[in-house]
């Protein structure tokens, strides 16, 4: 590529990433005002920066403003690991439920609730984000000891792991109603009543996660072909399926501590960021992480009317939108 078409292509992204910004910052203004009540951008900030304790400012402080800032973070971290596995898997229907992560943290919720009376979200949120952590080691250890850790093993045993663990889930609630009634909403996938020390809490674990994906852009570039390409081109290809893997295992596994089981954005959101922003990695996570963040904004704003005045699971939204969209990506191979 020539110096002036690379800069007008660099303008091009910068342009790009600008407008998702601006539509990100939108979004969320949207979250923070919209829902079963409406309330003005003045509203908004004067309940941030001169609380008066009044029910407005309650609601967009401890209610609202909670969930604006939750919905991007799961969705840009989402986003990032979707890209990530479906690199390593060389395959454009992978996603990190693919790994079977939230098959894995959902089986550890429940497991905790039924087993050891675990209730608070604090407590639930923190076993989810184990639970996704031990599977993704579950299913790496599985792959190193069945032949080494190929894309297409590591996939089949996650989607294996994913199954067995959906199944035991479905078993446990099934025997305890009381129990599937108090979980099924999370199990979902939700914002609703997050406090914001859950946004606190995943930042660092979001931050670790994208930050290990950045630093390996250049590799993924090589990767991308074939094992055999990457490795000519001096790419430690075992390392960086191992820190990738770490990379999905903390982005997913903090997103789902937040929010629950949001299905499907992985899937959905690096085919559109592969759109505007090409193949190379690093414009392509960067991207990925907006549009995750604007999607699940979106959604969780959706999710408020589509079955007004109760509010639906943003989960199921986002599972409806990806479902729709497997089923076209599959009519396109199939074709």
């Given at each position: 590529?020539?110096?002036?078409r690379?800069r007008?292509?660099?303008?091009s992204f ?8 601006a ?18 951008l ?13 029910e407005a400012a309650?609601?967009?402080v401890?209610l ?12 840009a971290g ?7 596995v ?13 790994l079977?992560l ?11 609730s039924?087993t050891?009376g675990?209730?608070?979200l604090t407590?639930?949120s923190?076993?989810a984000a184990?639970?996704?952590l031990?599977?993704?080691m579950?299913?790496f ?8 850790i190929?894309p297409?093993?590591i996939v089949?045993i996650?989607v294996t792991?994913?199954?067995l ?7 446990i609630?099934?025997?305890n109603?009381?129990q599937?009634?108090n979980l099924?909403?999370w199990l ?6 997050r406090?914001?020390a859950?946004a606190?809490?995943g ?5 670790a996660?994208g930050?290990?994906?950045f630093?390996l852009?250049?590799?993924l570039?090589?990767l991308?072909?074939d ?5 000519s081109?001096?790419?430690p290809v075992?390392?960086v ?11 997913s596994?903090a997103a789902v501590a937040?929010a ?8 959905v959101v ?7 922003a090409?193949?190379?990695h690093g ?6 992480a907006?549009?995750?963040?604007i999607y699940?904004t ?5 999710a ?6 109760v ?6 939204v986002t599972?409806?939108v990806?479902g729709?969209?497997?089923v076209l ?7």
């Amino acid at each position: 590529m020539t110096a002036p078409r690379a800069r007008s292509a660099r303008q091009s992204f910068a342009v790009i990433i600008a407008g998702l910004a601006a539509l990100l910052v939108a979004a969320m203004l949207v979250s923070a005002t919209v829902g079963y009540r409406l309330y003005g951008l003045d509203q908004l900030y004067q309940a941030i920066f001169a609380f008066d304790g009044s029910e407005a400012a309650t609601v967009l402080v401890n209610l609202r403003l909670p969930r604006a800032i939750l919905a991007p973070m799961v969705g840009a971290g989402l986003g990032v690991a979707g890209v990530l596995v479906q690199t390593l898997s060389r395959n454009r229907i992978a996603s990190p439920d693919t790994l079977g992560l939230n098959a894995g943290a959902s089986l550890a919720v429940v497991l905790a609730s039924a087993t050891l009376g675990i209730t608070s979200l604090t407590g639930l949120s923190l076993v989810a984000a184990l639970g996704a952590l031990l599977t993704s080691m579950l299913v790496f250890a599985i792959a190193a000891g069945a032949g080494g850790i190929s894309p297409i093993r590591i996939v089949l045993i996650g989607v294996t792991i994913a199954g067995l663990g959906q199944s035991v889930v479905q078993l446990i609630l099934t025997s305890n109603e009381a129990q599937m009634q108090n979980l099924l909403f999370w199990l979902a996938g939700s914002f609703v009543d997050r406090p914001m020390a859950l946004a606190i809490n995943g930042l660092p674990f979001i931050a670790a996660g994208g930050a290990i994906a950045f630093a390996l852009v250049r590799p993924l570039d090589a990767l991308q072909a074939d094992d055999a390409t990457a490795v000519s081109l001096g790419v430690p290809v075992s390392l960086v399926r191992i820190g990738c893997f770490l990379a999905i295992s903390l982005l997913s596994g903090a997103a789902v501590a937040m929010a629950g089981p949001v299905s499907f954005v992985g899937l959905v959101v690096p085919h559109a960021a592969r759109r505007l922003a090409g193949l190379r990695h690093g414009p392509l996570m960067l991207a990925a992480a907006l549009i995750g963040a604007i999607y699940t904004t979106l959604a969780d704003v959706l999710a408020r009317f589509v079955i007004y005045p109760v509010e639906a699971p943003v989960g199921a939204v986002t599972a409806v939108v990806g479902g729709l969209v497997l089923v076209l990506l599959l009519r396109g191979r199939a074709a």
